[in-house]
């Protein structure tokens, strides 16, 4: 069974830095590209960052680029997400989700999704 | 990078059909066949629905499809049923993201 696990998310001052995880089981991780998606309070869904499943293709969204830096540790079959200099409007709760097809350098869309992790972005 | 465009809510009564309209440009939803939609109740993660435009994962009624004309992409809800209420997001692909639409209520009368 497919298992997507988040932790990491909590209270952070503006400015500040966070590192979210997604603990990922049932599955070959290498295999799959991964993405990071969020959702503010009460608001629509957002594409934050995708990477390859060899990690060596990331790509994000034009707001958090040169902020945030995706990654993944295959030996811990893990994806990490690196948020720093936090602004207000990244308060959202993280889901990562998982490819659906096998192999793809960039994922279009997400057949597996984790509960989720809540970030507040607060003073 | 805005959001693709959806209806904030349609309505149906149990038994009818209801579509929800997905409209972005020939950047995104026109210009390539990488359109999935999600369904997200209320405090639960997102579940993909439908992908590349047309096709249903495994374990999705076949009463919900996908279609797209031009840069519009459709998900139509046959025969409506109470768990079928939730929210709906379209997602596509742009050359180098992800976009998703700013989601639809969908109410079950």
């Known amino acids: 069974e497919v298992q997507l696990v988040e932790s990491g998310g909590g209270l952070v001052q503006p400015g500040g830095s966070l590192r979210l995880s997604c603990a990922a089981s049932?599955?070959?991780?290498?295999?799959?590209?991964m993405t990071w998606v969020r959702q503010a309070p009460g608001k629509g869904l957002e594409w934050v960052s995708s990477?390859?499943?060899?990690?060596?293709?990331?790509y994000y969204t034009d707001s958090v680029r040169g902020r945030f830096t995706m990654s993944r540790d295959k030996s811990k079959n893990t994806l990490y997400l690196q948020m720093n200099s936090l602004r207000d409007e990244d308060t959202a709760t993280y889901y990562c989700?998982?490819?659906?097809?096998?192999?793809?350098?960039?994922?279009?869309?997400?057949?597996?999704w984790g509960q989720g992790t809540l970030v507040t972005v607060s003073s | 990078q805005s959001a693709l465009t959806q209806p904030r809510s349609v309505s149906g009564s149990p038994g009818q059909s209801v579509t929800i309209s997905c409209t972005g440009t020939s950047s995104d939803v026109g210009g390539y066949n990488y359109v999935s939609w999600y369904q997200q109740h209320p405090g639960k993660a997102p579940k993909l629905m439908i992908y590349?435009?047309?096709r249903r994962p495994s374990g999705v009624p076949d009463r919900f499809s996908g279609s797209k004309s031009g840069n519009t992409a459709s998900l139509t809800i046959s025969g409506l049923q109470a768990e079928d209420e939730a929210d709906y997001y379209c997602c596509s692909f742009t050359g180098s993201t992800n976009m998703f639409g700013g989601g639809t209520k969908l109410t079950v009368l």
């Open positions: 049932g599955f070959t991780f290498n295999n799959y590209a």
């Open positions: 590349d435009v047309t």
């Open positions: 990477t390859s499943g060899s990690g060596d293709s990331t």
């Open positions: 989700a998982k490819d659906l097809r096998a192999q793809q350098v960039f994922p279009v869309c997400f057949d597996y």
